[in-house]
T-cell receptor
């Protein structure tokens, strides 16, 4: 089946630093990738949608200058949390769709970010 | 925006059937999904149903869709302790961003031995 990986699986960083999270589709070409944020015992909150080769579309209330998304190839999207603060600590999950009948969306295992 | 509602908790005994319910508000929903999330992990797609279907069965999983009432359910037969997880209902509609999913808050299923 379709496999999506994320790296790193967890990261601890200091306030003010930037952290990059990678999302890769391993066995299919991901026309579209999605980035979600999940708080403990909460649902997933869509942050942005990215299509390969074009700028990401951010959801209302998500700062695009703080959460930089790059979808440079059909198998890789990155999320960079810039100038991280403790309130950015969360579980970040990406998903990918091949775009062909986009009804199947495959999720990565998530990245736990802790900002100290 | 679109609302997807689920009950938050469900407890069952091993071997019993589990039924997780979900309601949604978007009448233009095209696909409805059930995802499973185990602790500290991402979401695993369990099954999905197209809006013109009433039922879909896949091994121990049965999905029922009542489009009139906008009600979706997931039945897990012979529930096992390994089924303990959070189950998310999600939907997408053709009118919104391609593939954009709207999730419920998830139902924590606990299976007792």
């Amino acid at each position: 089946g379709a496999v999506v990986s994320q790296h790193p699986s967890w990261v601890i960083c200091k306030s003010g630093t930037s952290v990059k999270i990678e999302c890769r589709s391993l066995d299919f070409q991901a026309t579209t990738m999605f980035w979600y944020r999940q708080f403990p015992k909460q649902s997933l909150m869509l942050m942005a949608t990215s299509n390969e080769g074009s700028k990401a579309t951010y959801e209302q209330g998500v700062e695009k200058d703080k959460f930089l998304i790059n979808h440079a190839s059909l198998t890789l999207s990155t999320l960079t949390v810039t100038s991280a603060h403790p309130e950015d600590s969360s579980f970040y999950i990406c998903s990918a769709s091949s775009g062909q009948g986009a009804y199947e969306q495959y999720f990565g295992p998530g990245t736990r970010l802790t900002v100290t | 925006g679109e609302d997807v509602e689920q009950s938050l908790f469900l407890s069952v005994r091993e071997g019993d059937s589990s039924v997780i319910n979900c309601t949604y508000t978007d009448s233009s929903s095209t696909y409805l999904y059930w995802y499973k999330q185990e602790p500290g992990a991402g979401l695993q797609l369990l099954t999905y149903i197209f809006s013109n279907m009433d039922m879909k069965q896949d091994q121990r999983l049965t999905v029922l869709l009542n489009k009139k009432d906008k009600h979706l359910s997931l039945r897990i037969a012979d529930t096992q302790t390994g089924d303990s997880a959070i189950y998310f209902c999600a939907e997408t509609s053709g009118g919104s961003t391609l593939g954009r999913l709207y999730f419920g808050r998830g139902t924590q299923l606990t299976v007792w031995p």
